[in-house]
């Protein structure tokens, strides 16, 4: 008897994708129409979805919303303060959180002593290492002082079929892959790091993680403009989104949430970088003005808002004759397009030249300012910088400014008063629409001013 096998020849389209920001080309282009880099589309094959085997997809099935049960699931808590804080109160089962920052920042040492944390406490943890080898990450926990934890697993692999089968096998609760940018799927042709990898295999561990319930770490790589490498849909995918902000070569690191299904995106978590890894700064006030100057114009201290957290930080304005043609304006930690509202305040309402000034801004210890409430600490700070006229050591500022140089109200005065109060500030000034509104700060041990314009603030310099 005759078998015979017909075979069809597998169809495997060619396309050209930007490494950039995953924009599809059926031919190679010099510059992305949408991104506008240049030189960023590389051809991949893809296979047509019906072909491809081993995909992981949800099997529940429909119910009525009335029936879905609204207990609070209970949040697995790692210890770390700082980072639960930001993730809104611990980990969710079955939530997947991204962490992106600049080379060197501390993506995996802050990723391994969660794991260590929550292996202490009982869990099972899968820790994935593609660009170290087991033990490479020994002697980097072992730096950290990581204890002898029964329940951290630690493996170096890249093959995501590979991986899919060690989850399948242990049934971690909590999950690291460190980084995405390494794992590949033998069934897309393209190579580690592209954009239908980095895709495609982010894809099947969110799916893992929500039909499994694990908790999924993914660490992502960062482009030289900061932003996470690879698709965009990286970041819509998973639940939250957290950076690492900061110097590389600095001590502080301050970890932000860009997204967060789960929590609020306001708030920050603040450590610094020791030889046994990182550490909660839990009185973050006290450390960013630790170093502050006496005496010195141009250095204002500004309450701000994260989230629930008051914070004091110190902004300093330099502003001196510009030996170029053309002047510059250059800010650190702070909107540059803000700046230049505030620096055009400055000179159209309280007249003061600024035309042929350079003007250099920056916020101590790595902080972004994004707070409305510190625009009237920017100006002062960059007056004081211009009259050379200190201010006053104990004093705050803070309040956000308009363009016909009104000081408008600023949110939650009492309780950034209350901060500056703990930290020995005697002088605040304020809003004075704030004074109409806040009857409890006359309770307050600081004395509080109010001003209404830019130019009743710069009056109280000293």
Same mark, same amino acid.
């Given at each position: 008897?005759?078998?015979?096998?017909?075979?069809? %020849?597998?169809?495997?389209?060619?396309?050209?994708?930007?490494?950039?920001?995953?924009?599809? #080309?059926?031919?190679?282009?010099?510059?992305?129409?949408?991104?506008?880099?240049?030189?960023?589309?590389?051809?991949?094959?893809?296979?047509?979805?019906?072909?491809?085997?081993?995909?992981?997809?949800?099997?529940?099935?429909?119910?009525?919303?009335?029936?879905?049960?609204?207990?609070?699931?209970?949040?697995? %808590?790692?210890?770390?303060?700082?980072?639960?804080?930001?993730?809104?109160?611990?980990?969710?089962?079955?939530?997947?959180?991204?962490?992106?920052?600049?080379?060197?920042?501390?993506?995996?040492?802050?990723?391994?002593?969660?794991?260590?944390?929550?292996?202490?406490?009982?869990?099972?943890?899968?820790?994935?290492?593609?660009?170290? #080898?087991?033990?490479?990450?020994?002697?980097?926990?072992?730096?950290?002082?990581?204890?002898? @934890?029964?329940?951290?697993?630690?493996? @170096?692999?890249?093959?995501?079929?590979?991986?899919?089968?060690?989850?399948?096998?242990?049934?971690?609760?909590?999950?690291? *892959?460190?980084?995405?940018?390494?794992?590949?799927?033998?069934?897309?042709?393209?190579?580690?790091?592209?954009?239908?990898?980095?895709?495609?295999?982010?894809?099947?561990?969110?799916?893992?993680?929500?039909?499994?319930?694990?908790?999924?770490?993914?660490?992502?790589?960062?482009?030289?403009?900061?932003?996470?490498?690879?698709?965009?849909?990286?970041?819509? *995918?998973?639940?939250?989104?957290?950076?690492?902000?900061?110097?590389?070569?600095?001590?502080?690191?301050?970890?932000?949430?860009?997204?967060?299904?789960?929590?609020?995106?306001?708030?920050?978590?603040?450590?610094?970088?020791?030889?046994?890894?990182?550490?909660?700064?839990?009185?973050?006030?006290?450390?960013?003005?630790?170093?502050?100057?006496?005496?010195?114009?141009?250095?204002?201290?500004?309450?701000?808002?994260?989230?629930?957290?008051?914070?004091?930080?110190?902004?300093?304005?330099?502003?001196?004759?510009?030996?170029?043609?053309?002047?510059?304006?250059?800010?650190?930690?702070?909107?540059?397009?803000?700046?230049?509202?505030?620096?055009?305040?400055?000179?159209?309402?309280?007249?003061? @030249?600024?035309?042929?000034?350079?003007?250099?801004?920056?916020?101590?210890?790595?902080?972004?300012?994004?707070?409305?409430?510190?625009?009237?600490?920017?100006?002062?700070?960059?007056?004081?910088?211009?009259?050379?006229?200190?201010?006053?050591?104990?004093?705050?500022?803070?309040?956000?400014?308009?363009?016909?140089?009104?000081?408008? #109200?600023?949110?939650?005065?009492?309780?950034?008063?209350?901060?500056?109060?703990?930290?020995?500030?005697?002088?605040?000034?304020?809003?004075?629409?704030?004074?109409?509104?806040?009857?409890?700060? @006359?309770?307050? %041990?600081?004395?509080?001013?109010?001003?209404?314009?830019? %130019?009743?603030?710069?009056?109280?310099?000293?």
């Amino acid at each position: 008897m005759e078998v015979i096998v017909s075979t069809e %020849k597998m169809k495997i389209k060619t396309l050209f994708v930007c490494q950039n920001c995953g924009t599809q #080309s059926p031919k190679w282009l010099g510059r992305c129409p949408n991104c506008q880099d240049w030189n960023t589309y590389v051809e991949e094959h893809v296979q047509p979805l019906t072909e491809r085997k081993g995909n992981i997809v949800f099997r529940d099935e429909p119910v009525l919303l009335h029936e879905i049960s609204l207990e609070q699931e209970e949040r697995w %808590k790692t210890q770390v303060g700082e980072f639960d804080r930001v993730l809104g109160g611990g980990i969710v089962r079955g939530s997947v959180t991204l962490i992106g920052g600049d080379p060197g920042i501390g993506k995996s040492t802050l990723s391994l002593q969660i794991g260590s944390a929550l292996s202490e406490k009982g869990y099972r943890i899968l820790y994935v290492s593609g660009e170290e #080898s087991v033990q490479q990450t020994r002697l980097r926990a072992q730096r950290l002082g990581a204890r002898k @934890n029964k329940t951290l697993y630690i493996v @170096n692999q890249v093959d995501l079929g590979v991986i899919l089968g060690y989850i399948e096998k242990m049934a971690p609760e909590v999950v690291v *892959i460190d980084s995405i940018q390494v794992l590949y799927d033998r069934e897309i042709t393209s190579s580690p790091g592209s954009v239908s990898q980095v895709r495609e295999c982010a894809a099947i561990l969110t799916h893992l993680a929500k039909t499994k319930g694990i908790g999924l770490f993914i660490i992502g790589h960062v482009t030289k403009d900061g932003m996470l490498a690879g698709p965009r849909v990286l970041e819509h *995918i998973v639940d939250t989104v957290l950076y690492f902000e900061g110097e590389r070569y600095s001590m502080y690191r301050v970890l932000r949430a860009i997204k967060n299904r789960f929590g609020s995106t306001n708030e920050i978590g603040v450590f610094e970088m020791a030889a046994d890894g990182l550490r909660e700064v839990l009185n973050p006030s006290e450390i960013f003005l630790s170093e502050r100057p006496v005496d010195t114009s141009g250095s204002v201290v500004i309450p701000i808002i994260e989230g629930t957290r008051p914070l004091l930080v110190e902004v300093q304005g330099l502003i001196s004759r510009s030996t170029f043609g053309m002047v510059r304006h250059k800010a650190q930690g702070f909107d540059p397009n803000r700046l230049a509202m505030l620096v055009a305040v400055l000179e159209k309402r309280l007249e003061l @030249n600024l035309q042929d000034k350079d003007i250099f801004l920056n916020v101590v210890g790595g902080v972004k300012l994004m707070d409305p409430a510190a625009d009237l600490g920017v100006i002062v700070a960059l007056a004081s910088a211009l009259l050379d006229k200190p201010i006053a050591f104990d004093t705050i500022i803070l309040g956000e400014v308009g363009l016909s140089a009104e000081v408008r #109200s600023v949110p939650q005065l009492a309780v950034r008063i209350h901060e500056a109060q703990k930290l020995g500030f005697k002088r605040c000034i304020v809003p004075q629409n704030n004074l109409r509104m806040n009857i409890d700060l @006359n309770a307050q %041990k600081i004395k509080v001013v109010g001003v209404e314009t830019v %130019k009743q603030a710069v009056d109280r310099l000293t």
